[in-house]
C-alpha cells in the first residue's frame, strides 16, 4: 500500500482494502488485483491466501494451482470443495479449496471429502470388503 506523507499507514492501507480508486492509489497500481463487483483492491500477496479480501471472494477464485505453489495443498489434492472456515454459513465469502479425497482426514465444509468413504476403523465396511472378495473367488472359482 503506497502511504502518503503524514498518513497512518493501516488507514491508508484500509482504504486501499475497502474502497476503489480515486481514493486507492494501489487501484493504479497493475500489480494490485482489483475486485470484479466492489472495485476494491487488494495487494498481490492477499491474493490465493485463502482469505477473501473482496466482498464476493473474487480473490480467492481460480487459485487451486496457486494453493498447491504456496503448498496450502499436497499436490494430489485434486476435490473441490468449500472451506471449513469460509463456506456458505460463516459471514466471510466462501472459498473454494481442494481436499484429497477418502484419506481419513477432514478437510472440507462438513466433511464432504469424506462423504461415502470406507474407514479402515469402521467393522461393517471391512465385512462387507471381506464378503465382496470371497463372493468374487467363488464365482472364479465355479467357472
Do not use: W
Not at 54 to 61: H, I, K, S, T, Y
Not at 94 to 107: F, N
Not at 112 to 137: H, R
Request: net charge negative; hydrophobic share 25%.
Amino acid at each position: 500500500c503506497k502511504v502518503k506523507r503524514n498518513t497512518d499507514r493501516g488507514k491508508e492501507c484500509m482504504t486501499c482494502i475497502s474502497k476503489a480508486a480515486p481514493e486507492c492509489e494501489a487501484c493504479t497500481n497493475p500489480e494490485y488485483f482489483q475486485c470484479n463487483q466492489s472495485g476494491q483492491c487488494v495487494h498481490p500477496s492477499l491474493r490465493c491466501d485463502l482469505h477473501p479480501q473482496c466482498e464476493q471472494g473474487e480473490d480467492e477464485e481460480g487459485c487451486g494451482e496457486e494453493y498447491k505453489y504456496k503448498k496450502f495443498f499436497p499436490p494430489e489434492a485434486i476435490f473441490a470443495c468449500q472451506s471449513p472456515h469460509h463456506n456458505e454459513e460463516t459471514l466471510t465469502s466462501p472459498v473454494t479449496i481442494l481436499a484429497v479425497r477418502c484419506d481419513g482426514a477432514v478437510e472440507c465444509y462438513q466433511g464432504e471429502d469424506e462423504d461415502g468413504c470406507q474407514t479402515k476403523e469402521d467393522p461393517t465396511s471391512q465385512a462387507i470388503d471381506k464378503l465382496g472378495t470371497v463372493a468374487f473367488l467363488l464365482i472364479l472359482t465355479v467357472t
